[in-house]
């Protein structure tokens, strides 16, 4: 993810945003093309919540720096959608791991980059709220606004939520396409090494380790 992010460069190929290699584009112009949120955030200081937010609109701000009326919509708007409100005030410092994750996530979004790119962004989240962040995501996908690429290990949501898949095996296989066609219990138990089943209801499948014993062998001698 920080290959694709521009963050280093890549042991082998490229990534490349609009035809120019993403290492190779100018930070500030980088961070108006992608928003980019790692697996943690590690507060140094001492900040409010809205701040903190805040400071996803700094690709976009000129002079002296200080916001405008359409920043200020836009942060209370990102706030609001990961529900956040209650938390504005509060010192990051304070928050707990799930809070500080909505806050960030928020701080991405504001930076209104067409492309996203999110590293496991519910693994810290209550399931409540692993439903929220994925509903928005697919509704701001769906509008067409933003290109959205998001690590999951969770199968059921991402077979849920996710238009394409890329599965990435531990001996470096890989196999990409539709979600439906890639995460499939045959080719999700291949690639963890762990027998997985579907359970399906009717609307949604879920896709789960099946749980049986494994066999045991056969000590009867003829």
């Known amino acids: 993810m920080t290959v694709l992010a521009g963050l280093r460069h890549a042991d082998g190929g490229s990534a490349e945003i ?13 961070a108006r093309q992608r928003a980019y949120l790692p697996q943690a955030v590690h507060d140094t200081f001492s900040m409010s919540v809205q701040d903190a937010v805040r400071v996803g609109r700094h690709p976009h701000l000129s002079g002296w720096g200080w916001t405008g009326r359409e920043d200020d919509r836009i942060v209370h708007e990102v706030i609001r959608a990961m529900d956040i409100e209650a938390l504005a005030a509060r010192d990051v410092l304070t928050l707990s791991g799930g809070e500080r994750q909505r806050a960030s996530l928020a701080a991405a979004l504001a930076q209104q980059a067409p492309l996203l790119l999110l590293d496991e962004p519910v693994s810290h989240l209550d399931l409540r709220h ?45 196999l990409h396409g539709t979600a439906a066609q890639v995460l499939t219990p045959e080719h999700c ?21 099946d749980g049986a014993p494994p066999p045991t062998p056969d000590t009867r001698h003829d």
């Open 18 to 30: 609009d035809g120019t290699a993403a290492a190779q584009i100018a930070p500030a112009v980088l």
């Open 130 to 174: 692993q439903i929220l962040v994925l509903e928005q995501l697919a509704a701001l996908a769906r509008a067409g606004r933003h290109a959205i690429v998001v690590i999951l290990h969770d199968l059921t949501l991402a077979r849920r939520y996710a238009t394409h898949a890329l599965l990435m095996a531990e001996d470096g296989t890989t």
């Open 189 to 209: 138990s291949r690639a963890l090494r762990t027998a997985i089943v579907s359970v399906t209801d009717g609307a949604h499948t879920a896709l789960i380790p």
